[in-house]
């Protein structure tokens, strides 16, 4: 990736407010967004195809939860931030540990949680 190119950010919501608020906040941070997609099949077939670098992914996505795309994202070391209705306590045990946003949410939060994996990286 040439270093003048912004990060891409991969965005699966399902709300389209809310995919918007999350498109804005990223444009105007600098990132370039790769979606959103809004349901869990078209999330998980870009996520095959799409070039990236980072996740924010809406844990339900029309009714499906999204955890067998965290699975896959997580085994390909992609960082991946949740962005969730649900408490992080009524997660599953394996994902309590990944970086959440509780819905809602504020563009400052979600600007600091992609710098801080982009930095990890």
Known sequence: MNTSEPHRVFVAEDEFLVALQI????????YA???PFTTLSAS???SRTEVYEVATLDLNLRGELGYPLVDELVERNVPVLLLTGY????????YRTLPCLTKPFD???LIRNIRNLLAAQ
Do not use: Y
């Not at 498109?23 to 600098?30: I, K, M, Q, S, Y």
């Not at 408490?87 to 394996?94: F, G, I, Q, T, V």
């Open 23 to 30: 498109e804005e906040d990223l444009v105007a941070a600098g």
């Open 87 to 94: 408490a992080k306590s009524d997660l599953p045990e394996r």
């Open 33 to 35: 967004v790769v979606g």
């Open 44 to 46: 998980m077939a870009a």
């Open 107 to 109: 563009a400052t939060s």
